[in-house]
T-cell receptor
Framework: GNSVTQMEGPVTLSEEAFLTINCTYT??????LFWYVQYPGEGLQLLLK?????DKGSNKGFEATYRKETTSFHLEKGSVQVSDSAVYFC????????????FGTGTRLLVSP | DAGVTQSPTHLIKTRGQQVTLRCSPK?????VSWYQQALGQGPQFIFQ???????QRGNFPDRFSGHQFPNYSSELNVNALLLGDSALYLC?????????????FGPGTRLTVT
C-alpha cells in the first residue's frame, strides 16, 4: 500500500538555524509528493510540491527534492524564523485519476528567538 | 476569491447522535474530498465527490456518508456518533482535470463527541 513516514517531533531550533525534516514514502505507482503546513488552530496549507523524480519544490525559503532512488522528500530551510513554528506534513498522491492524499503523522517545529 | 469554507467551526455532540458538516469549495473547483484528523495525527482520507457521486472511499464505516450538490458544495454526515469520532474534519477542493491534483484545504470543523 501507500504510506508516508516522517521523523518524530517536536523539532526545537533557535532562530536562523538550519532545518531538516525527514520524509520517506512507500507507493504503488509513481506518486506526486507534497509538504503541507498547519499553523495552530488552522487548516492545512500547501507549502511545496514535486511531481516527478529529481524535481525540487520550493516556497518561502523551504525546499524539498523528490528522490526516487531513496524514496525520500526531505524538507529543508537554511534559516528558520519564529513564524515558521507549525506542524509540517509530508504527503503523497498516486495519480490514479482521482486525488487521494496519504499523509504522514506530522512533525511539530518549534523555533525560539 | 474566497477559499474553501467550512461550517460550523466547532460542534459538540453526544454519543449516538448524528451530525452534518458542510463545505463550500474554492471558486472554480469541482471536486471535494473529506479528511478526518485525530489529535496529534495526520489527516486520513474519508471520501471524495465529483459530479455529485462518491468516487473514492477510504477505510471508514458506512456511518460516514456524504453528498455533493450541483453547485459543488458538499456535506459530510456521520451517524451513531462514537467517542472516537472526535476529530478535526477537513474539507479539500480541487479541479478534476488538473494534472498536479493540488488540493486546497478549509480551516476544518472541530467535532467533539461526549
Amino acid at each position: 500500500g501507500n504510506s508516508v513516514t516522517q521523523m518524530e517531533g517536536p523539532v526545537t531550533l533557535s532562530e536562523e538555524a538550519f532545518l531538516t525534516i525527514n520524509c520517506t514514502y512507500t507507493a504503488t505507482g509513481y506518486p506526486s509528493l507534497f509538504w503541507y503546513v498547519q499553523y495552530p488552530g488552522e487548516g492545512l496549507q500547501l507549502l511545496l510540491k514535486a511531481t516527478k523524480a529529481d524535481d525540487k519544490g520550493s516556497n518561502k525559503g523551504f525546499e524539498a527534492t523528490y528522490r526516487k532512488e531513496t524514496t525520500s522528500f526531505h524538507l529543508e530551510k537554511g534559516s528558520v524564523q519564529v513564524s515558521d513554528s507549525a506542524v509540517y506534513f509530508c504527503a503523497l498522491n498516486v495519480n490514479t485519476g482521482f486525488q487521494k492524499l496519504v499523509f504522514g503523522t506530522g512533525t511539530r517545529l518549534l523555533v525560539s528567538p | 476569491d474566497a477559499g474553501v469554507t467550512q461550517s460550523p467551526t466547532h460542534l459538540i455532540k453526544t454519543r449516538g447522535q448524528q451530525v452534518t458538516l458542510r463545505c463550500s469549495p474554492k471558486s472554480g473547483h469541482d471536486t471535494v474530498s473529506w479528511y478526518q484528523q485525530a489529535l496529534g495525527q495526520g489527516p486520513q482520507f474519508i471520501f471524495q465527490y465529483y459530479e455529485e457521486e462518491e468516487r473514492q472511499r477510504g477505510n471508514f464505516p458506512d456511518r460516514f456518508s456524504g453528498h455533493q450538490f450541483p453547485n459543488y458544495s458538499s456535506e459530510l454526515n456521520v451517524n451513531a456518533l462514537l467517542l472516537g469520532d472526535s476529530a478535526l474534519y477537513l474539507c479539500a477542493s480541487s479541479v478534476r482535470d488538473r494534472g498536479s491534483y493540488e488540493q486546497y484545504f478549509g480551516p476544518g470543523t472541530r467535532l467533539t463527541v461526549t
